[in-house]
């Protein structure tokens, strides 16, 4: 995440310095608002240390502090660029509307994938019965590895941050065909989860559900060619709550967490107008 915020950091420094060296031409600004934007990219996720409580018929228990990480797909020409493999990348898909010249409110989803660490140490509370597994017992901030044979936990397809923004355009370049500037903006949403979820000896689940909220700020660097071709990159950082993750067929069995997030993007896009 640090390293996240420090490149967010010097882009924007990086901006803003250029900013001051090349005022911009209001004469040669052009209307923006009633206009449209869509834009499709990739993203880089990282996420905060989250407790996680699972809980069922013969089972409570908490795994305190347990480590996660993304997992970006490896780079190929057809799994990025090939349509019907679009979705298979963390993936980043918006469109927005500038209902004034520098405000615009956009919906979006950003596609992050969140992987439960295999074989780190986590600290466990609470019990387990009747499992058939070397794992039954009472624990009390006793110390157990994530192995494969107890948990395989993960929104690999995915963590979808469905969400709402309001973003503010502050212009720093127009010239020809060239135009930049830095967005700023916050929103909130509701995420949809696929957790692809191994608990003990129970069946594997992966379904689609609405599992909580989010809400968070982005930071954007935009860089649009000729008024309609765009590239932008954004920092984005929030908070997602997940009360109610499905990880069996049965309704008894659930769990929940909260962390922090943030993602580097990457995104292409193109404005228009429908009128």
Known sequence: MKTYLLLLFLTLNAGYSFSQTAPVDQDSQKSKKGSFYAYWGWNRGSFTKSDIQFSGADYDFVLSDAVAKDKPAPFTLKRYFYPPKATVPQYNLRIGYYFKENWDISFGVDHMKYVLQQDQVATIDGYINDSGTAYDGVYNNDQIAIATD??????????????????????????????????????????????????????????????????????????????????????????????????????????????????????????????
């Open 150 to 275: 107890f948990l395989k936990f993960e929104h690999t397809d995915g963590l979808n941050y469905m969400n709402f923004e309001l973003r503010h355009t502050d212009q720093l370049l127009d010239y020809k065909n060239l135009n930049i500037s830095i967005k700023e903006g916050a929103g909130l949403g509701f995420v949809v989860t696929k957790t692809n979820t191994k608990l003990l000896k129970k069946e594997r689940y992966d379904k689609y559900h609405i599992t909580g909220y989010g809400l968070g700020g982005v930071l954007a660097l935009n860089l649009t060619f000729y008024e309609r071709f765009f590239i932008q990159t954004e920092g984005k950082a929030g908070f997602i709550n997940l009360p109610n993750i499905r990880t069996t067929a049965s309704k008894t069995d659930s769990a929940n967490q909260n962390f922090f997030f943030a993602q580097f993007n990457v995104v292409f896009g193109y404005n228009f107008r429908i009128n």
